[in-house]
């Protein structure tokens, strides 16, 4: 898997129509059965936006969603030019309150698969198709990118020392607790399967960044099958991070995500996190 190296961002990119990469451009490509729909959770990401979307494979999504968290540079302003769906956070509602609106609309808006990568340009999205082919091969419900093939990898990537070491705890011991088998639990590229959505109960889950673990001990709760396929990373000052405090206390809140889960489990206590969302009816992939 290549090294991603630090890309030379500009603050205004060339803006081009996302059409681009909505169409296909050959008539060979095979017609997709389901909608695919990507989601952008968005925080000032007007200089990396483009870029992450140019690398999209031509005709792998039908529609783009971005929510923007109450940015303060121009976000929805290079988003609304080039072409995407923006749904707009007065005020920001913190990470996992951009991703509950994120997939509140991808599901009002027919997605069969969901997929939702960071605008920041910090995960290839030209794996998009590797990732959703899984899910449309029913091998998976939910696939992540997994930024951690190797050690050497990562750390060139220039992911810090701390975050690397951190990740490789909190992930063998969710892998261990919930008996799964992935190789970063902390990805921020995933796609789910439209059920997978319409099933969780998502909106119960915190708005801040442990959002990502709780959905993902909900899922294994559910019954729903993981999986994973390797992503390169970039880390440079654009892309999206948090510093060492918010580490430490998500650090926490991740252990805390994973004993409420045993805790419902041996039926200790039982938490909301849990309990199933009666489904609308709707389009579904078979399994």
Same mark, same amino acid.
């Given at each position: %898997? ?7 961002? *500009? ?19 095979? /017609?997709?059965?389901? *909608? ?45 030019? %080039?072409?995407?769906?923006?749904? #707009?956070?007065? *005020? ?23 997929? %939702? ?27 992540? &990118? ?10 060139? &990537? &220039? %992911? ?24 970063? @639990? ?15 109960? @998502? ?41 060492? *405090?918010?580490?430490?206390?998500? &650090? ?7 004993? #409420? ?10 938490? /909301?996190?849990?309990?199933? /969302? ?10």
């Amino acid at each position: %898997m290549p090294v991603l190296t630090r890309p030379e961002l *500009k603050p205004r990119h060339e803006i081009f129509r996302v059409e681009r990469i909505l169409r296909s451009e050959s008539d060979r490509l095979p /017609k997709r059965e389901h *909608k695919i729909v990507a989601v952008l959770p968005a925080y000032n990401a007007e200089s990396t936006l483009a870029a992450t979307l140019a690398d999209v494979p031509v005709g792998s999504v039908d529609e783009f969603i971005l929510v923007d968290d109450g940015s303060t540079d121009r976000t929805i302003q290079v988003a609304r030019e %080039m072409g995407l769906t923006v749904i #707009e956070h007065p *005020k920001n509602r913190g990470y996992g309150g951009n991703q509950k609106t994120c997939y509140r609309h991808a599901l009002e808006r027919g997605a069969d698969i969901v997929v %939702m990568i960071h605008p920041d340009y910090q995960y290839d999205s030209r794996v998009i198709p590797n990732a959703v082919g899984i899910i449309e091969l029913g091998i998976c419900d939910v696939v992540l &990118g997994s930024r951690i093939r190797s050690r050497e990898e990562a750390l060139a &990537g &220039g %992911m810090p020392r701390y975050k690397y070491i951190a990740n490789r705890f909190l992930t063998a011991f969710e892998n261990l607790a919930l008996g799964q088998n992935l190789g970063d @639990f902390h990805s921020g590229f995933r796609v789910y399967r439209r059920e997978v959505l319409e099933r969780i109960p @998502f909106e119960n889950n915190s708005d801040d960044f442990v959002f990502d673990t709780q959905f993902l001990v909900q899922a294994v709760r559910l019954g729903f099958r993981l999986g994973d396929v390797p992503v390169p990373v970039r880390y440079f000052a654009e892309a999206s991070s948090i510093n060492f *405090k918010r580490s430490v206390r998500y &650090g926490l809140s991740t252990l805390g995500a994973v004993c #409420e889960y045993w805790l419902d489990r041996l039926g200790v206590r039982k938490s /909301k996190l849990f309990v199933e /969302k009666q489904r609308a009816p709707g389009n579904q992939i078979a399994s």
